[in-house]
Protein backbone atom coordinates (compact mmCIF):
# COMPACT_ATOMS: atom_id res chain seq x y z
CA UNK A 1 0.00 0.00 0.00
CA UNK A 2 2.82 2.95 1.08
CA UNK A 3 4.67 1.34 -2.29
CA UNK A 4 1.05 3.26 -4.06
CA UNK A 5 0.68 5.60 -2.43
CA UNK A 6 4.28 6.67 -2.95
CA UNK A 7 3.30 6.07 -6.96
CA UNK A 8 0.55 8.92 -6.66
CA UNK A 9 2.71 11.44 -4.58
CA UNK A 10 5.11 11.16 -7.63
CA UNK A 11 2.13 10.81 -9.99
CA UNK A 12 1.24 14.59 -8.56
CA UNK A 13 4.26 15.77 -8.70
CA UNK A 14 4.96 14.68 -11.97
CA UNK A 15 1.92 16.10 -13.04
CA UNK A 16 2.64 19.73 -11.38
CA UNK A 17 5.87 19.89 -13.03
CA UNK A 18 4.06 19.21 -16.15
CA UNK A 19 1.80 21.92 -15.32
CA UNK A 20 4.60 24.64 -14.70
CA UNK A 21 6.72 23.86 -17.92
CA UNK A 22 3.09 23.90 -20.18
CA UNK A 23 2.80 27.85 -18.56
CA UNK A 24 6.45 28.49 -18.91
CA UNK A 25 5.94 27.60 -22.69
CA UNK A 26 4.65 30.31 -23.57
CA UNK A 27 6.32 33.28 -24.93
CA UNK A 28 7.48 36.02 -22.89
CA UNK A 29 6.09 38.96 -24.78
CA UNK A 30 2.64 37.23 -24.17
CA UNK A 31 3.21 37.01 -20.24
CA UNK A 32 4.48 40.47 -20.22
CA UNK A 33 1.02 42.07 -22.12
CA UNK A 34 -0.87 39.90 -20.12
CA UNK A 35 0.61 41.05 -16.80
CA UNK A 36 0.10 44.80 -17.54
CA UNK A 37 -3.20 43.87 -18.68
CA UNK A 38 -3.39 42.84 -15.31
CA UNK A 39 -2.42 46.00 -13.26
CA UNK A 40 -5.44 47.73 -15.09
CA UNK A 41 -9.01 46.82 -14.10
CA UNK A 42 -12.60 48.23 -15.22
CA UNK A 43 -14.74 48.45 -12.04
CA UNK A 44 -17.73 49.14 -14.02
CA UNK A 45 -19.92 48.95 -17.08
CA UNK A 46 -18.23 48.30 -20.15
CA UNK A 47 -16.85 51.57 -22.30
CA UNK A 48 -19.95 50.90 -24.56
CA UNK A 49 -22.48 50.66 -21.98
CA UNK A 50 -21.22 54.20 -20.73
CA UNK A 51 -21.18 55.54 -23.45
CA UNK A 52 -25.19 54.39 -24.47
CA UNK A 53 -26.23 55.48 -20.64
CA UNK A 54 -24.51 59.12 -21.33
CA UNK A 55 -26.95 59.53 -24.10
CA UNK A 56 -29.87 57.92 -23.01
CA UNK A 57 -29.28 60.34 -20.29
CA UNK A 58 -29.43 62.96 -22.30
CA UNK A 59 -32.31 62.00 -24.16
CA UNK A 60 -34.19 61.94 -20.72
CA UNK A 61 -32.51 65.18 -20.10
CA UNK A 62 -34.72 66.76 -23.43
CA UNK A 63 -37.64 64.94 -22.58
CA UNK A 64 -37.67 66.24 -18.92
CA UNK A 65 -36.67 69.62 -18.62
CA UNK A 66 -37.02 71.47 -22.17
CA UNK A 67 -40.71 71.95 -23.61
CA UNK A 68 -38.91 72.34 -27.06
CA UNK A 69 -37.66 68.25 -27.43
CA UNK A 70 -36.89 69.01 -31.24
CA UNK A 71 -34.30 72.33 -30.36
CA UNK A 72 -33.47 71.87 -26.71
CA UNK A 73 -31.76 74.74 -25.17
CA UNK A 74 -27.97 73.43 -25.26
CA UNK A 75 -26.40 77.21 -24.36
CA UNK A 76 -23.89 75.40 -21.71
CA UNK A 77 -22.53 73.31 -24.53
CA UNK A 78 -22.61 76.33 -27.49
CA UNK A 79 -20.70 78.40 -24.38
CA UNK A 80 -18.30 75.51 -24.04
CA UNK A 81 -17.83 74.38 -28.21
CA UNK A 82 -16.94 78.84 -28.44
CA UNK A 83 -14.62 78.78 -25.02
CA UNK A 84 -12.39 75.52 -26.72
CA UNK A 85 -12.48 77.54 -29.77
CA UNK A 86 -10.58 80.63 -28.01
CA UNK A 87 -8.85 78.17 -25.62
CA UNK A 88 -8.06 75.01 -27.15
CA UNK A 89 -8.89 74.39 -30.64
CA UNK A 90 -7.31 71.22 -30.30
CA UNK A 91 -10.06 69.59 -28.13
CA UNK A 92 -11.95 71.24 -29.98
CA UNK A 93 -10.99 69.56 -33.34
CA UNK A 94 -10.91 66.13 -31.65
CA UNK A 95 -14.22 66.27 -30.86
CA UNK A 96 -15.85 67.54 -33.98
CA UNK A 97 -12.85 64.58 -35.85
CA UNK A 98 -14.79 62.17 -33.21
CA UNK A 99 -18.45 63.15 -34.42
CA UNK A 100 -17.28 62.99 -38.08
CA UNK A 101 -18.19 67.31 -38.82
CA UNK A 102 -16.46 67.94 -42.13
CA UNK A 103 -13.24 70.42 -41.91
CA UNK A 104 -15.16 72.96 -43.67
CA UNK A 105 -17.90 73.25 -40.57
CA UNK A 106 -15.65 73.52 -37.60
CA UNK A 107 -16.27 77.71 -37.83
CA UNK A 108 -19.86 77.26 -37.26
CA UNK A 109 -21.29 77.57 -33.91
CA UNK A 110 -23.27 74.73 -32.25
CA UNK A 111 -27.12 76.18 -33.12
CA UNK A 112 -25.92 76.38 -36.69
CA UNK A 113 -25.37 72.74 -37.05
CA UNK A 114 -27.92 70.56 -37.74
CA UNK A 115 -30.20 68.44 -35.77
CA UNK A 116 -28.20 65.06 -37.19
CA UNK A 117 -24.47 66.93 -36.43
CA UNK A 118 -25.96 67.98 -32.96
CA UNK A 119 -26.21 64.68 -31.87
CA UNK A 120 -23.25 63.49 -33.14
CA UNK A 121 -21.38 66.08 -31.44
CA UNK A 122 -23.63 65.58 -28.10
CA UNK A 123 -22.45 61.91 -28.35
CA UNK A 124 -18.82 62.44 -29.46
CA UNK A 125 -18.50 64.37 -25.86
CA UNK A 126 -20.20 61.54 -23.92
CA UNK A 127 -17.37 59.36 -26.01
CA UNK A 128 -14.50 61.60 -24.07
CA UNK A 129 -16.88 61.38 -20.70
CA UNK A 130 -16.91 57.68 -20.59
CA UNK A 131 -13.27 57.45 -21.54
CA UNK A 132 -12.43 60.26 -19.10
CA UNK A 133 -14.34 57.77 -16.28
CA UNK A 134 -11.92 54.76 -17.04
CA UNK A 135 -8.35 56.58 -17.50
CA UNK A 136 -6.09 55.04 -14.71
CA UNK A 137 -6.18 57.47 -11.37
CA UNK A 138 -2.74 57.38 -10.37
CA UNK A 139 0.13 58.32 -13.39
CA UNK A 140 2.98 59.05 -12.81
CA UNK A 141 4.87 61.96 -14.44
CA UNK A 142 8.67 60.95 -15.54
CA UNK A 143 10.78 63.72 -14.66
Not at 35 to 57: D, H, M, P, S
Request: hydrophobic share 45%.
Amino acid sequence: MSNSAAVLVKTKQLIQLLGNVKQDARPADVIAHQANIKLYQNQGATFENRVNGLNQAAKLRTSVFHCDKQNPDNRELAGFIEYLRLSDVRMLNMIFYLAEIKSNQHHLGFDEFNKKEQQSIISAINHIKALAALLPKHIAMPI
